[in-house]
Structure formats: structure tokens, C-alpha cells
């Protein structure tokens, strides 16, 4: 074969590498043939789906010859509800990613900025080459975003500015006023994507008030999930709330159909779910202290993290390590690709789980 298809591709594209998700297990059995596999690398609900989504799912499979509401109404009649919002100002997507890539290919083009934190998502980077936008990467401010450089990185060409709060993969958090100093100093037609995929775990007295934002700041876009507190990671839905001009361009390039029935109906009805909800923070409370109090206990350093997982220095090569704990049937996740090559992110799994990771962490760094 003669053709070079990555030079047929967009240049934005040819420049890119896969996305890589967190190990399965299924992978890990097939390559070492080890049984009991833990992961804490993708961060997941440990609880696992709730008891009520379970016998939902089994009452929906005899519609799945059908497509699905393609405009969600029951699930954005349930959020606009829940969040006190109007349902067209929500956007759904194929979990929350699917939404930040609406979002530029939507508003950016080659000839805009896109401004975003350095040791953020991986996907804002990846959105803004694909479609050929110039990615403008701020430096870190203790391990997360330094809004007064963010706001400084703006100019005449920014069209959108990624924040995560809390951050991935760093867990780090940005208080409700130092996110409001900031969106005063952006010019209304700079878009501002608070993504707050992790949004449940903060403790509710440190929450920003982002939903009721959208009245004051009309560029303002909010993001959130199911994949993690409502533990619908699988089945992928995610929402994005805007003001409702926004949704409208949003609604014009989102394909139809892109969250299935099962998505749909699961998270309306654990939307509702206040015990499942209430259990997955718990659990995850617990458990961030069993991991960080170990960690002090082994001298070492950590990231504090207001998510469902924590950032650990291991003190030294981190992909090195990653691999010597699949050895030990564990799957934790590297982050040298986010420019942090002595660290590891742990997801807070249950606490069989996690203490599962902690001997085989002390094992693999010869630690008592």
C-alpha cells in the first residue's frame, strides 16, 4: 500500500495520539493471566450501578429495537428540575467529553485560541488540534489553574477557555470566589467551559453556585456527568447547561441519538436517587482518608484532591512503577503523558480495594 493516509488527514489530526483510557481488567487477565484484578485507574464508582438502575435496565430491554428520544426530554425535564434551570438550556451528550467536543467544534476554528491549564483534562488539548485550533497551555499554579495568567493568555484571537474544577488529574480546586474574579476579567464573546465532572464530591458548603452563574455570565457553559458519583460510567451520558442560545448552536451539530435509551432512563431515575448518591460520597470520603493517611505514614507526598481519586509522588519513574503493580494484579494510572512523570493517579476505590493497592504500592517501592 502505497498511500500515506496520515497525510491525508486534517493537520490538526496527524499530529495527535489516541486518547488512552484507563487498563481494563479483561486486558490485564489476557496479557499476565492474573485473576482478582483491583482497578483504581479510571475513576470509577467503586458501588458499582445502583439496585434500582439494575431492575430499570432489565424493564428497558424490550425497547432497544426502537431508537431512542433523541431530544432527552424526559431526562432534561428531570435536570432542569434538579438544578433549577430551564431544559433548554441543557445539552446532553455521550458522557461529558462528547459535550466539550460539541463545544469547540461548535464555536472554534483555525483561526481561534483555546486556553486551558497545563496537568488538565487530556481532552481539551486533544479537541483543540483536532479541529485546528492553537492550544495555549497557562503553567500550573501548585499542581492546578492559575486564573490570573489564564486571564492575562487572553487576546483578540481566544474563543474558549477550558477550566475543570475539581481538576483531572490533579484533584486540585478553585473557590467560588476566585472563579468569579475570574469570569469578570473575560470579554462576553470568550466562552468559559467550567467542567465539573467531579462536581458531587466536593462538599456542599464549597460548591460554586455555577447553574445560578449562567444568569450573570452569559458565556458561561457548565459541564457535568454520570460517569462518576452516579456511576453510569458505561453507559456514557453526560450534560452540558448554558444559556439557551448557546444550547441551540449546541443542539445544531450534536448528531441525533448520541445517548442511548439505557442512558437516558438510568439517569433519570439515579438522578433522584439520593441514597445511592449520598453512599458513593461516603465511600469515597473514607476512603481518600484511608489512601492519604497511609501515604503519610510512607513519607509520600500527595496531591489533595476534592475528587474521587488523589495524585501520589512515588519518587521516581511513575510509569515504571505502574508497571511493576500490574505485576500485582493492580491498575492504577500513569500521568508522565500530563507532565507529571513521578506520579500516579489512585483512584478511591472500596476499602478492600484500596488497601489491596497500598501493600502492593509498599511491595513494589520496598517501603514498610
Not at 56 to 81: H, I, V
Not at 261 to 268: G, K
Amino acid at each position: 500500500m502505497s498511500c500515506d493516509f496520515l497525510a491525508l488527514a486534517n493537520s490538526g489530526v496527524q499530529s495527535l495520539q489516541p486518547y488512552q483510557a484507563g487498563k481494563p481488567t479483561s486486558e490485564l487477565e489476557r496479557e499476565l493471566g492474573i485473576r482478582n484484578i483491583v482497578k483504581l485507574a479510571s475513576n470509577e464508582n467503586p458501588l458499582g450501578i445502583s439496585n434500582r438502575v439494575k431492575q430499570l435496565l432489565c424493564d428497558e430491554l424490550d425497547e432497544l429495537s426502537r431508537y431512542p428520544d433523541s431530544n432527552g426530554f424526559y431526562l432534561k425535564t428531570a435536570l432542569a428540575q434538579k438544578l433549577t434551570a430551564k431544559a433548554e438550556q441543557i445539552t446532553l451528550g455521550n458522557g461529558s467529553n462528547d459535550v466539550l467536543e460539541l463545544i469547540a467544534r461548535a464555536f472554534v476554528s483555525e483561526q481561534h485560541e483555546v486556553i486551558f491549564s497545563e496537568h488538565a483534562f487530556v481532552v481539551y488539548p486533544l479537541v483543540t488540534k483536532a479541529i485546528g485550533a492553537t492550544a495555549v497551555q497557562v503553567p500550573a499554579k501548585d499542581y492546578g489553574h492559575d486564573l490570573d495568567a489564564m486571564a492575562a493568555a487572553i487576546t483578540e484571537r481566544t474563543r474558549l477557555i477550558f477550566i475543570a474544577n475539581p481538576n483531572n488529574p490533579t484533584g486540585t480546586f478553585l473557590t467560588s470566589s476566585e472563579l468569579k474574579h475570574f469570569l469578570d476579567k473575560v470579554p462576553e464573546h470568550v466562552l468559559v467551559v467550567l467542567d465539573e465532572a467531579y462536581y458531587e464530591y466536593v462538599d456542599k458548603a464549597e460548591r460554586a453556585p455555577s447553574i445560578a452563574w449562567l444568569n450573570h455570565y452569559p458565556n458561561l457553559i457548565v459541564s457535568r456527568t454520570f460517569s462518576k458519583a452516579y456511576g453510569l460510567a458505561g453507559l456514557r451520558v453526560g450534560y452540558a447547561v448554558s444559556n439557551a442560545d448557546i444550547a441551540d448552536v449546541l443542539n445544531r451539530v450534536r448528531q441525533p441519538f448520541n445517548c442511548n435509551s439505557l442512558a437516558l432512563a438510568a439517569a433519570e431515575l439515579v438522578l433522584d436517587d439520593a441514597d445511592y448518591l449520598t453512599a458513593s460520597v461516603e465511600i469515597n470520603r473514607v476512603g481518600m482518608i484511608q489512601l492519604t493517611e497511609r501515604f503519610d505514614e510512607l513519607g509520600l507526598d500527595y496531591i489533595p484532591s476534592k475528587a474521587n481519586f488523589v495524585t501520589v509522588d512515588v519518587g521516581r519513574n511513575g510509569a515504571e512503577v505502574y508497571q511493576a503493580l500490574l505485576q500485582e494484579g493492580v491498575i492504577v494510572r500513569p500521568i508522565g503523558g500530563y507532565g507529571l512523570p513521578n506520579h500516579l493517579r489512585v483512584s478511591v476505590g472500596l476499602e478492600n480495594e484500596n488497601q489491596r493497592f497500598l501493600e502492593a504500592l509498599c511491595k513494589v517501592l520496598a517501603l514498610k
